[in-house]
């Protein structure tokens, strides 16, 4: 006997969990997830500012070293966490990083390299006396734009040929980091002069310093900014909800309507131009030094700071908060074990058991979340 209306039981649809970045905000600072990895800061650096001698590791000038160390990672992180919400992964970011860094120092040295112009006057004349600002907000719109394009062919050829992203990029970070050595010759970029591009990263806690009313380095408030636009960006536009989609299943966005490849063209894209941003912080953090070789093994670093934020590297997790406190743990980590005397191959030990902690914790809240 079939049963009657009146007698069938309601079923209430499911409805599926808020991502990190479209909850409320309060709902996301309580996160479970969240305050673990803000836990898990505070006693990492507890421990290093009850073991550091001298009880140097908390004061202003390291915090705000600290703060200038995490800016580059930080950054690119940004980017990063939206490839690994879409699903993706991109490990030619520090090749990226490298090429923006040395296409800006390019960029600085034409002044140097300008071939004579009229009346006795050359090509760099004209630059520096003609138009002095221009040139460094021409560098910088260089390196982001080349990396920018980098991570736009990351996407094309992510979504064109059908090959793992694993494989894409691993291809492109060779390529890029060649072609970042090509255009210095194999050899460091000096840019003549002192411009504002080359002190993006300096510190502010020094009666010398010309940004001290800023209060932190125009960097840092670079990489806030930026992540303000990316938390805006994934939790209230339509292009964040299909980031979370696309990651979380591909197949069923597909179905529903959304441009599974576009979308994964674009979050590349951004991925791009967040690590010109970085390659920006990164020149000045080198001193101004075109250098094609910096950055090397950044990818890793990057990509550890969004994992042991949250992300997913099954796509579909992730948050801004989560990455940016990623990226902290790693640099006081990284500070923190150089001022205690660690050896580089032990830092790199804690930075990878802290790696493996975050997955596994991870992936038994899933369970539990699962079992209930």
Not at 122 to 132: A, K, S, V
Not at 223 to 241: C, E, N, Q, S
Request: proline share 6%.
């Amino acid at each position: 006997m079939l049963p009657t209306p009146e007698s069938s039981p309601t079923v209430e649809p499911t409805r599926p969990k808020p991502s990190p970045e479209r909850s409320h905000g309060w709902q996301r600072m309580l996160d479970p997830r969240i305050l673990g990895r803000i836990l898990a800061l505070m006693l990492i650096f507890t421990f290093f500012a009850l073991t550091v001698r001298g009880g140097s590791f908390y004061q202003p000038r390291n915090l705000e070293s600290l703060l200038r160390q995490s800016a580059v990672y930080a950054t690119a992180a940004l980017g990063m966490t939206m490839i690994i919400i879409a699903g993706g992964i991109d490990l030619s970011i520090g090749s990226v990083i490298a090429l923006a860094v040395v296409v800006s120092a390019w960029v600085l040295n034409l002044p140097q390299g300008a071939s004579a112009g009229p009346a006795g006057r050359t090509l760099g004349d004209y630059w520096i006396q003609d138009w002095p600002v221009l040139l460094p907000w021409l560098a910088a719109l260089a390196g982001v734009g080349v990396a920018t394009l980098a991570g736009l062919m990351n996407g094309i050829l992510c979504v064109g040929l059908r090959i793992a992203p694993f494989v894409v990029t691993l291809g492109t970070m060779m390529i890029y980091r060649g072609l970042a050595k090509i255009i210095a010759q194999e050899r460091p970029i000096y840019p003549p002069g002192d411009s504002w591009l080359s002190r993006l990263m300096d510190p502010t806690l020094t009666s010398a310093s010309p940004h001290r009313w800023m209060l932190l380095p125009p960097g840092v408030w670079l990489l806030l900014f930026a992540a303000v636009l990316a938390a805006i960006m994934l939790r209230y536009t339509r292009l964040g909800r299909h980031i979370y989609a696309v990651g979380s299943n591909a197949e069923t966005a597909r179905l529903c309507g959304v441009g599974v490849g576009r979308t994964q063209i674009i979050v590349y894209t951004l991925g791009g131009l967040f690590g010109g941003l970085a390659g920006l912080m990164e020149f000045s953090w080198i001193g101004g030094v075109g250098i094609p070789t910096t950055a090397t093994g950044y990818e890793l670093s990057i990509i550890a700071a969004v994992v042991i934020g949250g992300g997913s590297l099954s796509g579909g997790e992730g948050s801004v908060l989560g990455s940016l406190i990623g990226a902290l743990i790693i640099t006081v980590l990284s500070m923190g074990g150089q001022q205690m005397g660690w050896p580089r191959p032990v830092q790199e030990m804690a930075i990878g058991a802290i790696l493996i902690a975050a997955v596994a914790l991870d992936y038994w809240q899933r369970r539990w979340r699962l079992k209930e």
